[in-house]
Structure formats: structure tokens, C-alpha cells
């Protein structure tokens, strides 16, 4: 799989920019706030249907213009496709593959990508939120239908807030409409616990050999954090224990007015050396978790869809270490398209730089 060209209009500070990236690597240099980043967050969004910084799309609208438009040509499978996003003030969202009107589900199934940037370095630091965004965007690059399980799964528990919150004003308590928003809890939200885990197991397997061999003495080990579960579980054991965990922890759900278990409120943990790596490793050992990690997310997605990602790397190799860095590189496939940005061309070597296509951005324009 590779992007072959990009067009964006009015996408953030990018007004009107073409870029071809018929290459396999392609470097794109420029400032801070030059629109570097902007480019491979709309690549992204065309594999996502959302951004990594912001879940507002109206902020992706240039300032002074109603409407942001991306257009790409894709390579997959050695057949040529189109895809077209455009999305106004009013909120009007229209998709497009080989200018044909399209459903989210199948527009999100031809681009696949792995984004890579500094925001990531901190993934380990950062809310039990971010790690578990990272995870579902990770599952959903290899099953498209999950992102529907979360979505459905949103929507119930948003609906069981707000009848919870109504009880708190009123105080009448439908008993037997709290027993409904509670199944369908447990059903949706026992799928997703178990493709969690399920994925996080497959990702652990493939990032434990690349963290071993960058760090070489260390082991790393990922737990799914998971309140109401300590073994492994099928999804009817996740469902047994999730809806005995209801059952106990009902009355404070009720009294604080919102769901207090399921999965959106599990976390993943990761060990070094059976330590936990957010309390006891150095910054650099962080930083080794996340770079096995994400090239663990390229190779797992590869196998499991038989489709190539993108490999965008945001300005991610100033804030590794030298080691690290001849590391990611040396370890990108010379088959899987890579798009780098950075300040300038200071951190790679010349043999990298022979066969990349670089260019220079200003002011969200190619220079």
C-alpha cells in the first residue's frame, strides 16, 4: 500500500497544497507551526475518520474558509483509488472512493496507517484515556467494525448517565429500565474487553522481541487493567464477571449518577523486568516501550489485513537517542512507505538521504 499523491484545501493552515509521494520514503522539513504535522494528521484522517489532536473536525476548517477538503490517490493491491473527504461549518461530512458516495465503514477500510509522533512519547505518562484510545486505534485499523462496538457501547452508557442523573433530580428509580442499560452494557462492552485483550496479547508477543532487542537485557510485559477481571477470560466469562461487578458496585452507581464499571474504565499497564515501567523506568526506557510498541502496531497490522501501512513519523526522531533512532529506521521494511517530518536533515545519515524524496514546507505551502 502506498499514498501516491495528497491534495488538501483549507486543511488547517494548508489552503491549497500538492504533495506527490510517489516514493517509498519522503522527508518533509520545515519550522515549527509550518503545517508538517498537518500533512500527516490529514493522511491519518483519511485511515481514521478522526484526528489524533482533536475530536472537534471543525478545527481542521481553515480560519477564514467554510470547508476543508482532502483528496488522495492510493495504491492497493495494485489497483488505483480515489478518496475524497470534505466537511463544513454546518457539519455536512461527504466521503467519496473513486467518486462514488461512501459509507464510514468502507472508506475507513482502504488506508491503513501507523502514526508515530511526540504526543506518543508520552503514552506511558500520560491518562488511562490515551492508552486506551491508542489500543482502539489500533484494533480498528484491523477490524473496521469495532470502532461500531465502541460507538454502540458510548451510546448506552451516555444514556445510562443521563437516567441516572435524571433519578438524582427526581428520585424515582426505574429498577427494571437500569436492569436493561446493564445488559446491554455487558454485552457490547464483554466484546470489546475481549478483543482488548485478545489484540493486546498479539501486540505484547511481536513488541517484547523488539524491546528486547533494543534495550537487550530488559523484559517487557503488558497487563490489560481490567477491575473486575484477573485471569483470562472468554467473552461469556467476561460477560459472568462484568455483570456480577454491576450488580455488587449498583448502589454507588446510582448514588454518584454514572457508570462506574466497564471498559471505559480499564487501563494497560506495562513491566520492565516485572516493575512497573510509569513508576520505576527512565525516560528513555519509556520511550523504548512506545518505539517497540508502534513498530509492533506496523507488523501486526500487516499480517493481520495482508495490506502494508503508511508509517508517519511526526518529528519523533529529534526526542529519541541514537541508538533509538538507527533502530526505527533500520528496522522500517523497504517495502512500507515512510513520511517523516522534521526541522531539518541534521539527524539523518546520507545513505538514508539517497532515496528519499525531500521537500521543504513553509507557511502550509511546498517550497
Same mark, same amino acid.
Given at each position: 500500500m502506498?499514498? *501516491?499523491?495528497?491534495?488538501?484545501?483549507?486543511?488547517?493552515?494548508?489552503?491549497?497544497?500538492?504533495?506527490n509521494?510517489?516514493?517509498n520514503? #519522503?522527508?518533509i522539513?520545515?519550522?515549527?507551526?509550518?503545517?508538517?504535522?498537518?500533512?500527516?494528521?490529514?493522511?491519518?484522517?483519511?485511515?481514521?475518520?478522526?484526528?489524533?489532536?482533536?475530536?472537534?473536525?471543525?478545527?481542521?476548517?481553515?480560519f477564514?474558509?467554510?470547508?476543508?477538503?482532502?483528496? %488522495?490517490?492510493?495504491?492497493?493491491?495494485?489497483?488505483?483509488?480515489?478518496?475524497?473527504?470534505?466537511?463544513?461549518?454546518?457539519?455536512?461530512?461527504?466521503?467519496?472512493?473513486?467518486?462514488?458516495?461512501?459509507?464510514?465503514?468502507?472508506?475507513k %477500510?482502504?488506508?491503513?496507517?501507523?502514526l508515530?509522533?511526540?504526543?506518543?512519547l508520552?503514552?506511558?505518562?500520560?491518562?488511562?484515556?490515551?492508552?486506551?484510545?491508542?489500543l482502539?486505534?489500533?484494533?480498528s485499523q484491523?477490524?473496521?467494525?469495532?470502532?461500531?462496538?465502541?460507538?454502540?457501547?458510548?451510546?448506552?452508557?451516555?444514556?445510562?448517565?443521563?437516567?441516572?442523573?435524571?433519578?438524582?433530580?427526581?428520585?424515582?428509580?426505574?429498577?427494571?429500565?437500569?436492569?436493561?442499560?446493564?445488559?446491554?452494557?455487558?454485552?457490547?462492552?464483554?466484546?470489546?474487553?475481549?478483543?482488548?485483550?485478545?489484540?493486546?496479547?498479539?501486540?505484547?508477543?511481536i513488541?517484547?522481541?523488539?524491546?528486547?532487542?533494543?534495550?537487550?537485557?530488559?523484559?517487557?510485559?503488558?497487563?490489560?487493567?481490567?477491575?473486575?477481571?484477573?485471569?483470562?477470560?472468554? *467473552?461469556?466469562?467476561?460477560?459472568?464477571?462484568?455483570?456480577?461487578?454491576?450488580?455488587?458496585?449498583?448502589?454507588?452507581?446510582?448514588?454518584?449518577?454514572?457508570?462506574?464499571?466497564?471498559?471505559?474504565?480499564?487501563?494497560?499497564?506495562?513491566?520492565?523486568n516485572?516493575?512497573?515501567?510509569?513508576?520505576?523506568?527512565?525516560q528513555g526506557?519509556?520511550?523504548? #516501550?512506545?518505539?517497540?510498541?508502534?513498530?509492533?502496531?506496523?507488523?501486526?497490522?500487516?499480517?493481520?489485513?495482508?495490506?502494508?501501512?503508511?508509517?508517519?513519523?511526526?518529528? *519523533?526522531?529529534?526526542?529519541?537517542?541514537?541508538?533509538?533512532?538507527?533502530?526505527?529506521?533500520?528496522?522500517?521494511?523497504?517495502?512500507?512507505?515512510?513520511?517523516?517530518? %522534521?526541522?531539518?536533515?541534521?539527524?539523518?545519515?546520507?545513505?538514508?538521504?539517497?532515496?528519499?524524496?525531500?521537500?521543504?514546507?513553509?507557511?502550509?505551502?511546498?517550497?
Amino acid at each position: 500500500m502506498r499514498l *501516491v499523491d495528497l491534495k488538501l484545501k483549507n486543511y488547517r493552515n494548508c489552503k491549497d497544497l500538492k504533495l506527490n509521494a510517489d516514493s517509498n520514503k #519522503i522527508l518533509i522539513i520545515g519550522k515549527n507551526a509550518q503545517g508538517k504535522t498537518n500533512i500527516l494528521e490529514s493522511i491519518y484522517f483519511l485511515s481514521a475518520l478522526k484526528s489524533p489532536r482533536t475530536a472537534n473536525n471543525i478545527e481542521l476548517i481553515n480560519f477564514d474558509t467554510e470547508k476543508v477538503e482532502i483528496n %488522495s490517490c492510493i495504491i492497493k493491491a495494485d489497483t488505483s483509488v480515489e478518496l475524497e473527504f470534505t466537511y463544513d461549518r454546518e457539519k455536512k461530512r461527504e466521503l467519496k472512493i473513486n467518486g462514488i458516495k461512501s459509507r464510514p465503514k468502507d472508506f475507513k %477500510s482502504v488506508l491503513k496507517t501507523v502514526l508515530f509522533s511526540t504526543t506518543d512519547l508520552l503514552l506511558l505518562r500520560g491518562n488511562p484515556s490515551d492508552r486506551r484510545d491508542w489500543l482502539d486505534r489500533a484494533i480498528s485499523q484491523v477490524y473496521p467494525a469495532y470502532d461500531d462496538r465502541l460507538s454502540k457501547y458510548d451510546k448506552i452508557r451516555i444514556q445510562k448517565n443521563n437516567f441516572l442523573k435524571g433519578y438524582l433530580k427526581s428520585g424515582n428509580l426505574d429498577e427494571a429500565l437500569l436492569d436493561v442499560f446493564n445488559e446491554q452494557l455487558v454485552i457490547t462492552g464483554s466484546n470489546i474487553i475481549f478483543l482488548r485483550k485478545k489484540f493486546l496479547n498479539e501486540i505484547e508477543a511481536i513488541a517484547c522481541e523488539k524491546h528486547r532487542i533494543i534495550s537487550k537485557t530488559e523484559e517487557l510485559k503488558i497487563n490489560y487493567d481490567c477491575n473486575f477481571l484477573i485471569d483470562e477470560y472468554e *467473552v461469556d466469562d467476561i460477560a459472568e464477571a462484568f455483570k456480577k461487578s454491576l450488580t455488587e458496585r449498583r448502589t454507588e452507581e446510582i448514588r454518584r449518577g454514572q457508570s462506574c464499571v466497564g471498559p471505559h474504565r480499564d487501563d494497560i499497564v506495562f513491566f520492565i523486568n516485572d516493575c512497573e515501567a510509569v513508576k520505576f523506568a527512565s525516560q528513555g526506557q519509556q520511550r523504548t #516501550i512506545v518505539l517497540a510498541l508502534k513498530l509492533s502496531e506496523l507488523d501486526i497490522i500487516t499480517e493481520k489485513t495482508g495490506d502494508e501501512p503508511i508509517l508517519l513519523l511526526d518529528d *519523533v526522531l529529534a526526542e529519541l537517542d541514537d541508538i533509538r533512532q538507527n533502530y526505527l529506521l533500520k528496522s522500517i521494511n523497504d517495502n512500507t512507505q515512510t513520511i517523516i517530518t %522534521s526541522v531539518d536533515t541534521v539527524l539523518f545519515e546520507n545513505e538514508f538521504l539517497k532515496d528519499v524524496l525531500i521537500y521543504n514546507i513553509e507557511n502550509g505551502k511546498i517550497v
